[in-house]
């Protein structure tokens, strides 16, 4: 109990130093020295974290443990909550698509710029909204129905991070579900909750994926609790927040039935794509001008074939033979999974999270973005299911809020290789027993 209140504390006081390096005003940390250092001291936090999540899987806790993670937990986010968002200004363009939804128009009609919007610019929102004079909205329609509804109550930055970490609060909640379910200490929500990347992302940054995030976990629990249908309408909600979550289908059919998830989940696709197809193409937004910005039409933008480029020229269609040959070995991973023996009791639950961690883990390396918050939503499945190279994932990617070298291999390297190797040595362990396999009564 002491180690975990002394790390508690330490991670209150990085997360204070790190906050302390942001120069009041600033779009960024403020410089890039300022900036190196930040990551630094973030970094620093990862290891503390990491050390924590070590002491919740290995060391005996008393009961009053738990309450000692919920309360460091809610102080990290009531700490970056008041702040103004400097890692990113995305944010900006929710709260812009809420207000232009309050006022009664299809966000992914215009451009910020059109003049059609012009009475709707606000002076302390429309100057940070990026890509706002070429790109139209890339946010699928379960992301824009929340802007919506905050843009009902509030028009500002804290009003959608305030939403954010309310749907932070719900995958806690499902969370603790899931470990009661699995008959797992509740301790372990501390690997979601004092996750650093989650804290800076959605406390400090507001970002979108804490609402995947939360769809998330209330679709593994209702899984959990045989509720099929339901786990299939809430996983297609949280796949129309951010694409990655389709990942996760493949283990809500274990052992289940496949019609019933399936068609509640194409009711809320259809459902939630109607109030917004008067828009016609354009619906789908900037997602494929987003991809070309990224890199992945040119295969400049995939960790691989980013470091093959050091040794080789990347020949036309690089970028395609990858996806293809990405896509068919996931293909292959998630037939395996999804045909995969049932299992019962809480061995069934922690089977659900174990396979979901690998599945969301391979397909968002695969895909490799280079931005820090695609990666926290890992945590998640990781909490009941902690799949080392997962965990290090989930936070690790700290690293991407600065660029040291401007290019896409050697500094995303510092991540993508050690969960490689983290990865490798559980599949050289794979005849040893673990406890999920002693769950499971396998040998």
Known sequence: ????????????????????????????????????????????????????????????????????????????????????PFLSSDIYRYVWDGQVQAAGINPYRYLPVDPALEPLRDPAVFPWINRASYAHTIYPPAAQAVFALVGQVTATVTGMKLAMVGFEALAVLCLLGLLSLARLPRERVLIYAWNPLALWSFACDGHVDAVAVGLLALALLCRARAREGLAGAVLAAAVLVKFLPVAAAPAFL????????????????????LPYLSAGPQVFGFLQGY????????????????????????????????????????AVLALRIARAPALGGPAATVALCRDTAILTACTTA???????????WLAVPATVAPVPAVVWLSAAPVLFYVDPFNERFFWPGLVFVPAIGLALRDLLRARAPTPIRALEGQP
Do not use: C
């Open 254 to 273: 274990r052992g289940g039935r496949f019609w019933r998830p399936a068609l509640a989940g194409l009711a809320v696709i259809v459902v939630l794509y």
């Open 366 to 376: 695969a895909a490799n973005p280079h931005y820090a918050w695609y990666y926290p």
């Open 1 to 84: 109990m002491a180690r975990l209140t002394g790390l508690g504390v330490l991670l209150v006081l990085i997360t204070l130093g790190a906050l302390s390096l942001h120069v009041p005003g600033a779009d960024t940390v403020g410089s890039v020295e300022r900036a190196n250092v930040f990551v630094g001291v973030l970094a620093l936090g990862v290891g503390v974290y990491l050390l924590a999540v070590r002491l919740v899987l290995k060391a005996p806790l008393p009961p009053r443990a738990f309450w000692l993670i919920l309360a460091v937990a809610v102080l990290l986010r009531a700490m970056l909550l008041p702040s103004l």
């Open 291 to 330: 991809g070309d910005e990224e890199g992945y039409r040119s295969g400049q933008g995939f960790w691989l074939l980013a470091g093959l480029a050091h040794l080789v020229p990347l020949p036309d269609g690089a970028g395609m033979a990858y996806l293809i040959g990405a896509a068919v070995l996931l």
